[in-house]
C-alpha cells in the first residue's frame, strides 16, 4: 500500500510526544493503570518476564499519525477483496507497511474522494 494523504490529532500526538520524553518513573505515574497490569503480569509469568515485556514496550518505536487513504500496490496471494490499484482509507500505517490482516481495511466508493477518507471513514 502507499499512502496518498494522512492526518494527525495534534493534540494526541503532543501527548505521546510528551509521554515519550518523560522517565520510566514519569510514565509509570502518568499511567498507574498500565502499572497495574505489569505487576499482575509479574505474578503470573515472573518479574524477568514482566521486565522483558516492559523494555521490548519501551523499546518498540511507534508511528505518528491519525488516518491515512491511498492505493494498494500489490496482494498477496492469500488475500481476497483487494486488487493492485484499489483506494483505502486506513488507520495509520506509515508510509509503505504490509498488512497481515484487512479488518481495518475497507475499499473507498469510487467517488469518495482519497484526501476525505483519511480524516473520516465512509
Known sequence: MRTAFSAI???TEKAAVE?????????AMARPDLVKQVLEYAQSNGVGAARQ???ARLETLSALGYSCSGLVLEV???VNGF????????PALGTRATVNSTSCLQILPS???VVSACRRHP
Open 9 to 11: 490529532s495534534s493534540g
Open 76 to 78: 498477496g496471494s492469500a
Open 53 to 55: 515485556k516492559v523494555q
Open 19 to 27: 509521554a515519550g520524553r518523560k522517565s520510566l518513573l514519569g510514565k
Open 111 to 113: 467517488l469518495y474522494p
Open 83 to 90: 486488487h493492485p490499484g484499489d483506494r483505502w482509507p486506513a
